[in-house]
């Protein structure tokens, strides 16, 4: 009676063990790196890390996409940075902050974009870098885009929005 009683303990202990993995493994924010992308738009939670990079242009000295494949949806946030430069951008010093979602329509694909841009009247937004090292760069974002297509000027709050992008 102690053996049997004994085995469906470690029987129940072994599945909830397994059971607890699994669930953490697909609630988790992290890449396979142990970056993120991730922010809520109107209050629904969203995570970008399917695909991470930072690149540059003439314009802009970082641009970070994060890209979602289940959603089809990318969020864009743009801003120059000197290197190792940490603070709190907004607007006025030239960032960028846009959101994809792309929806297929009669076969094909149209993406609806809201924007947050010095030149876009009733947006907003920061972007706060808390650590900008050599191997990455790390911090914090929220924005009011403005949608840019007839189909959808709507507003889009983007909140509690955080990042950790190899460099």
């Keep these: 009676m102690k053996t049997r009683l ?77 290197n190792n430069e940490t603070g709190t951008f907004n607007l006025e010093d030239k960032i960028t902050l846009v959101y994809h979602d792309k929806i297929i329509f009669k076969g094909k694909s149209i993406y609806y974009i809201w924007h947050a841009k010095k030149s876009v009247l009733g947006s907003s937004g920061t972007i706060t870098i808390t650590e900008n090292t050599d191997t990455y760069l790390e911090g914090t974002f929220s924005f009011k885009g403005v949608g840019s297509t007839k189909m959808d000027a709507s507003i889009k709050n983007f909140t509690e929005g955080k990042f950790k992008i190899k460099k």
Aim: proline share 0%.
């Design 6 to 82: 004994k085995t469906i303990v470690i029987g129940l202990l072994i599945s909830l063990f397994v059971f607890y993995s699994c669930n953490n493994k697909s609630e988790s924010n992290l890449n396979k790196e142990g970056y993120y992308l991730t922010v809520k738009i109107n209050g629904v939670k969203h995570i970008f890390n399917d695909k991470m990079d930072l690149r540059s242009t003439t314009e802009l000295s970082n641009i970070i996409n994060g890209y979602n494949k289940k959603e089809k949806t990318r969020i864009t946030l743009g801003l120059n940075l000197n």
